[in-house]
């Protein structure tokens, strides 16, 4: 598990610019499972609402028990957990159901699993910031 804060992309963006206070940014901390077998973020249905997200599309995913389901798929989603964020997309998921971090979240926040501890941290071979691969010539 792991503490994650969540807010609207559009409105940390409108804070900047000063066209709404700060105040007004739609965001929610939380607690959220650390999935290593799961690709992307997803989050319970009711924070849509919370965080004022709109649909973009459906996609495919298939559960842990094998089941193929169609669910919705949202963006604009700033997301930050210890002290590293990126903007993001996020499948939504029934009400009541506990946020997962995927694989997205964790390569490009350049974050860890400690298979012991069961913790994710940041990788200690570049603790300042995330360090990502870019295999371009």
Same mark, same amino acid.
């Given at each position: =598990?792991? /503490?994650?804060? %969540? &807010?609207?992309?559009?409105?940390?963006?409108? !804070?900047?610019?000063? $066209?709404?206070?700060?105040?007004?940014? +739609?965001? @929610?901390?939380?607690?959220?499972?650390? *999935? /290593?077998?799961? /690709?992307?973020? !997803?989050?319970?249905?009711?924070? @849509?609402?919370? %965080?004022? $997200? +709109?649909?973009?599309?459906?996609?495919?995913?298939? =559960?842990?028990?094998?089941?193929?389901?169609?669910?919705? +798929?949202?963006?604009?989603? +700033?997301?930050? @957990? %210890?002290?590293? *964020?990126?903007?993001?997309?996020?499948?939504?998921?029934?009400?009541?159901? /506990?946020?997962?971090?995927?694989?997205?979240?964790?390569?490009? $926040?350049?974050?860890?699993?400690?298979?012991? &501890?069961?913790?994710? =941290?940041?990788?200690?071979? &570049?603790?300042?910031?995330?360090?990502?691969?870019? $295999? !371009?010539?």
């Amino acid at each position: =598990m792991a /503490t994650i804060k %969540l &807010s609207n992309a559009v409105d940390e963006g409108n !804070a900047v610019e000063g $066209l709404i206070p700060a105040e007004a940014v +739609r965001k @929610v901390e939380l607690e959220a499972i650390v *999935d /290593t077998g799961a /690709t992307m973020l !997803a989050i319970p249905e009711e924070l @849509v609402g919370v %965080l004022g $997200l +709109r649909e973009n599309d459906r996609r495919k995913v298939k =559960m842990a028990d094998g089941r193929v389901r169609e669910v919705a +798929r949202v963006g604009g989603i +700033r997301f930050e @957990v %210890l002290g590293r *964020d990126m903007t993001c997309d996020a499948l939504f998921m029934p009400a009541g159901t /506990t946020p997962l971090i995927g694989q997205l979240q964790l390569e490009a $926040l350049d974050l860890i699993v400690d298979s012991k &501890s069961r913790d994710v =941290m940041v990788n200690p071979a &570049s603790p300042d910031m995330p360090m990502l691969d870019l $295999l !371009a010539c």
